[in-house]
């Protein structure tokens, strides 16, 4: 009896938590995002047995930006696994090619634009290392402005129509959602 009591307290024990920094080299210095300073931060057995957290924050020339992230650990059949994620990014140089398939690097602009975003995934195990993950999620965009890539240059009528309305429009919402198989 002890021992199934001991056996019991054993499986029901939630393993310590513990985390480790991340550093990636473009948190010092992207072509998009220039100079600046980045961390990374990942974490085991949160809330769970075997989730994860993450985090990232970055402070560089031309973005700034964090994330904040959670997810359970593999998932088993069912649908049992969970990711949540949500973005805050304020970039002031992001390209701009256009919407759609008539989008030419030719009529690349740079633009200054917000956005926020905050997904949730729920995963189920297909067997073996398959899985299929259904997600939603809302995107809120807020361009500010823009201006060519290279100044001087020419743009397209449409691309820069599309961008003025974009612009105009002010803060845009968007609901989201896919279904990802792996």
Excluded: C
């Excluded at 990711?83 to 256009?98: A, D, I, K, Q, S």
């Excluded at 759609?100 to 602009?109: C, E």
């Excluded at 189920?124 to 361009?143: F, N, P, T, Y």
């Excluded at 599309?162 to 105009?168: D, F, K, P, T, V």
């Amino acid at each position: 009896m002890l021992a199934l009591l001991w056996g019991i307290t054993e499986t029901s024990a939630q393993e310590s938590f513990y985390w480790y920094p991340i550093f990636k080299p473009n948190y010092f210095w992207a072509p998009s995002a220039g100079y600046g300073a980045g961390i990374g931060l990942n974490g085991r057995n949160l809330f769970l047995d075997g989730d994860a957290g993450r985090s990232r924050h970055r402070i560089q020339q031309f973005r700034q930006s964090t994330s904040i992230g959670w997810a359970t650990s593999k998932p088993q059949p069912g649908w049992t696994g969970w990711l949540v994620v949500t973005n805050v990014v304020r970039h002031l140089r992001e390209e701009f090619y256009g919407e759609g398939p008539g989008a030419l690097v030719t009529s690349r602009q740079i633009i200054h634009r917000n956005r926020a975003t905050a997904e949730v995934r729920r995963s189920q195990a297909l067997g073996g290392s398959a899985w299929i993950q259904a997600a939603g999620g809302i995107r809120l965009d807020h361009v500010l402005n823009f201006h060519p890539d290279i100044p001087g240059s020419t743009l397209p009528v449409e691309t820069t129509a599309e961008l003025n309305r974009i612009e105009a429009a002010g803060v845009q919402a968007a609901l989201q959602g896919s279904l990802d198989l792996g």
